[in-house]
């Protein structure tokens, strides 16, 4: 007998975080990885779709103390108990369909649902995973941990039935009814591309769980280079092959970048470091005045950035010579338009 989403979830609370853990292969996992993915920094804005009584905060808070979470459920009894749990943190809850809640603009480090998407198709996720990228702010992410069909059949199959017990039952509104209807890893990055998010990256998985990260867009440098765009960034999931690495090796000695012929290893990039600073100390010098970019800096521009700005440029004419215009147009994006993201970014 089908339910209505919020009745089924108000009528299990009790057993509800047992029967997760214990009846869910992996579940013991899976949550505390989740809450892993999550950003660490302290006051960092967390979104929580379907946060139920909250398992993968149980984990985030013990890393992130200070966060500042939005958690929003069907259920009030859910909501409730999450609340009793944390009754000191910085903790906004909502009793409401995330489908219908505004989320507003530029507001979260990062979203995160576990266990909670799965009864929706992929036409019903598209505007929500665009609601929820422009709720992001730049450089932010989406975590989904949730359990997936292994193939299109199943995929159809689990639709099928659900349409079936509609029928059978004479349900015919379009209020939410909880079946598990989850679609295929690919259909769900699709649905994730759809919306406008730049990237989809799966992480891990336990069985037919997986773990996607899914960026709202570029990955902006304390300087402003564009490192989603960069050759020679590494990080996940943006990993380069060794043959893309050599090449851009090449290159780098090409423009003059490089005296030598560098190394994989030391032609790779997993972002500025503070104790691995550039020539310029941008990232020291963010780190210093609390700013993740020099665009949330009160004294942008300033010398040091209208200087680094001058250095990239002057090898703009080199490479126009040297390269073909396939490799200017990369070079380009990540590199030439520091000040354009950066503007960007305070607009």
Request: charged share 25%; proline share 5%.
């Amino acid at each position: 007998m089908l339910e209505r989403m919020k009745d089924f979830f108000e009528t299990r609370l009790e057993g509800y975080e047992q029967h997760q853990l214990t009846c869910i292969d992996s579940a013991t996992e899976f949550y505390p990885f989740t809450a892993h993915c999550l950003p660490q920094n302290t006051g960092a804005a967390i979104l929580d779709l379907g946060c139920g009584t909250g398992l993968e905060l149980d984990n985030y808070y013990e890393a992130a103390p200070a966060a500042i979470v939005t958690g929003i459920d069907l259920s009030p009894r859910m909501l409730a108990r999450l609340r009793d749990k944390f009754p000191e943190k910085s903790l906004t809850l909502i009793e409401g369909s995330y489908f219908d809640v505004p989320l507003g603009e530029d507001f979260f480090d990062a979203a995160v649902s576990v266990e909670s998407l799965h009864h929706f198709t992929k036409e019903q996720k598209i505007p929500l995973y665009e609601k929820v990228r422009k709720a992001l702010k730049p450089g932010g992410f989406l975590i989904l941990t949730d359990y997936f069909a292994a193939s299109d059949e199943e995929e159809q199959s689990r639709r099928d039935e659900f349409v079936r017990l509609r029928e059978e039952q004479g349900i015919f509104d379009d209020a939410f009814y909880h079946f598990d209807t989850p679609l295929t890893v690919s259909h769900e990055k699709e649905a994730l591309l759809l919306a406008g998010f730049s990237y989809v990256s799966v992480l891990k998985h336990w069985g037919p769980t997986y773990t996607l990260k899914a960026f709202r867009g570029p990955v902006i440098a304390s300087c402003g280079n564009d490192c989603s765009a960069c050759p020679r960034y590494v990080a996940s999931p943006y990993e380069k092959t060794e043959e893309e690495l050599l090449h851009i090796a090449e290159l780098w000695q090409k423009i003059g970048y490089k005296d030598h012929l560098a190394s994989v290893n030391e032609i790779s990039c997993t972002g500025c470091q503070i104790d691995n600073p550039c020539r310029y100390g941008i990232k020291k010098c963010c780190a210093e005045k609390g700013v993740t970019t020099c665009a949330s800096c009160p004294d942008y521009p300033c010398r040091t950035t209208e200087e680094c700005f001058r250095v990239t440029r002057s090898f703009e004419p080199k490479c126009r010579e040297v390269l073909n215009d396939a490799e200017y147009a990369v070079l380009e994006k990540a590199f030439f338009e520091k000040d354009k993201n950066l503007n960007s970014l305070r607009s």
